[in-house]
């Protein structure tokens, strides 16, 4: 056989050796294609939960998040979480739950139960307030009365009436109970410092005041109170405010004058005229502004009550 032929020859083996491996590779292919095509099914499919509901959305992880703390037995903790309840205005569930905490046996949950409805303005919460408002913790009594006043229900004037005077008024009652505490100048500043902040107003009372304040002090709670009053529709609120420009305590005697003078009542200028005289000059200039303000204000006749806002 020539040269050739045999390379030929050799081309063609080749060759056929070739086509029979890819037959045969054809021939494993098509036996195995079922069980590959299978897997690449399988591998190809996003994974799916077991829960038959799918994933949790971000709001229903949420509630579950808060529910599950509401019920922890750490006191601390479910008052951190009923406090988070007063920022859903329109929540049946949290505005049920506030409630239910305001019976909680321990008193921090029960404040912050109290806070949060008013937070949450919860108007059909307030019958529970103003029963929460013969609560044996005076930190309780504060937090439901000022949620009644964001509610504008004025029973919760009372109860900063009494806490300014150490004074029932006499048709009432709400807080009989209580009085003692309220008098207590040790307890009232334990509430001022330790649990009052959340609800008491001393924001608007200024920064000279809580620079000498002490602990054995009880004026910022009284102070809070006198500015509480400045809206209090009844006259002896008026009168409780008057009196207070001559308190002991100077920071109340201020808070007092703040107060008049957002209540609006020109009637009152001679009744506080003293306390330009005041040997504290923060007074003596809460005094002098209170005085040009209300002095620039129409005279009323048959003044009776604070003018709403």
Request: a positive charge; proline letters at 6%; glycine letters at 8%.
């Amino acid at each position: 056989m020539s040269q050739r032929n045999w390379s030929t020859g050799n081309r063609m083996l080749a060759l056929g050796g070739m086509a029979g491996l890819l037959s045969l590779a054809g021939i494993s292919a098509r036996g195995r294609s079922p069980v590959t095509s299978g897997l690449l099914q399988q591998t190809a499919q996003p994974k799916t939960s077991s829960d038959p509901k799918g994933p949790q959305t971000a709001n229903e992880k949420a509630w579950t998040i808060l529910r599950g703390v509401l019920k922890e037995e750490n006191a601390d903790k479910r008052a951190r979480a009923v406090h988070a309840l007063g920022l859903l205005p329109g929540s049946a569930e949290a505005e049920k739950s506030a409630v239910v905490a305001l019976k909680d046996p321990k008193p921090n949950v029960r404040v912050a139960a109290a806070a949060a409805l008013g937070s949450m303005r919860a108007e059909s919460a307030k019958g529970d307030l103003e029963e929460a408002l013969g609560d044996t913790e005076p930190s309780v009594v504060l937090a439901a009365a000022n949620s009644l006043l964001l509610l504008h229900d004025d029973v919760g004037y009372d109860t900063y009436y009494e806490v300014l005077t150490g004074e029932k008024r006499a048709s009432k009652g709400l807080i009989q109970e209580q009085l003692d505490t309220l008098k207590n100048k040790k307890k009232m500043a334990q509430m001022g410092f330790e649990e009052g902040i959340g609800f008491i107003p001393f924001a608007g009372i200024g920064y000279e005041i809580f620079k000498t304040v002490t602990k054995n002090d009880s004026s910022p709670v009284r102070a809070a109170a006198a500015k509480k009053l400045a809206r209090a529709p009844e006259p002896d609120a008026a009168e409780a405010l008057v009196k207070a420009t001559t308190d002991k305590n100077w920071a109340v005697r201020a808070a007092a004058l703040e107060a008049i003078a957002e209540r609006g009542d020109p009637t009152l200028v001679p009744k506080i005229t003293s306390a330009l005289d005041d040997e504290k000059d923060t007074v003596r200039l809460t005094a002098a502004a209170c005085i040009v303000h209300l002095s620039t204000l129409p005279q009323r006749t048959n003044v009776t009550s604070a003018p709403k806002p």
